[in-house]
């Protein structure tokens, strides 16, 4: 892992987002850049537009001098651009923040996207509004670690996977490798099955077969846990085995499917409870 990209509005929200993006730019010994992005209001007149661009300046200029200054702070705690083992920069963009995720992760082969989340109450909300995690999360194709201003201090030691034994998790779990290997993390490779007896015998022989050959030097533990609903059984394991991040894959949805129905890292990523390192999936 070399590049982390972290989004920040400035807010708590963002701040725990970007201790999480310092923790893993540390172990990994990777670059961190700062994003802020700010956007120009719609106008209607050549008075309003003068303004808006007025305006736009102005918090330009103060994102900048946060931006610095988030930095400093970063050089003379974590020992960043200099002994702390990673380096760190800044940008301010006008855009919209999807726009700049998916051109910055393209372009500057940007490894991971951690940035904050606080999900949505209000189930009109999930369904109309979303939130900025989501929007990116749909939008880029590269991981994103999302952070819920709630969460503990960071700390990436234990990493339950959701497994579904498919093609995609042998793909998604070498991303999954990559960022415990930075940290000596334990993995625990979850199947959730709605009633007793549902167990996949050989399918799951065969998978977790695979995956040891796979990854012979990772400590994997492979569990199977029984729950009708499989948001709830995760969040049972991970609490009770004491997990640090949940990860799972996104999968893509034909257009009509994703009308009606809302995946389960999306539920996972409006709920907000636990820092969650989203991978994608192909249909």
């Keep these: 892992m070399n590049k982390i990209l972290c989004p920040t509005d400035f807010s708590g929200t963002s701040d725990k987002a970007v201790e999480y993006a310092v923790h893993i730019a540390q172990h990994a010994g990777a670059h961190l850049t700062l994003l802020h992005v700010v956007h120009l209001p719609i106008v209607d007149t050549s008075e309003t537009a003068l303004v808006a661009s007025?305006?736009?300046?102005e918090q330009m200029r103060n994102a900048t001098d946060k931006l610095k200054a988030t930095v400093l702070h970063l050089e003379e705690i974590y020992g960043a651009n200099r002994d702390g083992g990673f380096t760190c920069d800044y940008l301010v963009k006008e855009a919209l923040l999807t726009d700049v995720a998916k051109q910055l992760s393209k372009q500057e082969n940007y490894d991971l996207i951690v940035m904050g989340?606080?999900?949505?109450?209000?189930?009109?909300?999930?369904?109309?509004?979303?939130?900025?995690?989501?929007?990116?999360?749909?939008?880029?194709k590269c991981p994103v670690f999302?952070?819920?201003?709630?969460?503990?201090?960071?700390?990436?030691?234990?990493?339950v996977y959701a497994s579904d034994y498919s093609e995609e998790d042998i793909a998604a779990m070498r991303e999954v490798v990559q960022?415990?290997?930075?940290?000596?993390?334990?993995?625990?490779?979850?199947?959730?099955?709605?009633?007793?007896?549902?167990?996949?015998?050989?399918?799951?022989?065969?998978f977790r077969l695979e995956m040891q050959g796979?990854?012979?030097?990772?400590?994997?533990?492979?569990?199977?846990?029984?729950?009708?609903?499989?948001?709830?059984?995760?969040?049972?394991?991970?609490?009770?085995?004491?997990?640090?991040?949940?990860a799972m894959v996104r999968r893509e949805k034909g257009?009509?499917?994703?009308?009606?129905?809302?995946s389960l890292a999306e539920r996972m990523t409006y709920q907000a409870k636990v820092p969650l390192l989203i991978l994608h999936g192909k249909k």
């Design 54 to 57: 007025e305006l736009l300046g």
């Design 214 to 246: 796979l990854f012979p030097d990772v400590p994997l533990t492979f569990q199977e846990v029984v729950n009708r609903h499989r948001d709830e059984g995760l969040m049972e394991f991970y609490n009770q085995a004491g997990g640090d991040v949940l």
């Design 117 to 140: 989340t606080t999900g949505c109450d209000s189930t009109m909300e999930e369904l109309l509004i979303g939130s900025n995690t989501e929007a990116v999360m749909e939008e880029v």
């Design 179 to 206: 960022l415990g290997s930075c940290f000596g993390a334990k993995i625990d490779v979850v199947h959730i099955v709605k009633k007793p007896g549902e167990q996949d015998g050989e399918d799951a022989a065969a």
């Design 146 to 159: 999302s952070v819920p201003r709630d969460a503990a201090p960071a700390k990436v030691e234990r990493i």
């Design 255 to 262: 257009f009509l499917k994703s009308l009606f129905t809302q």
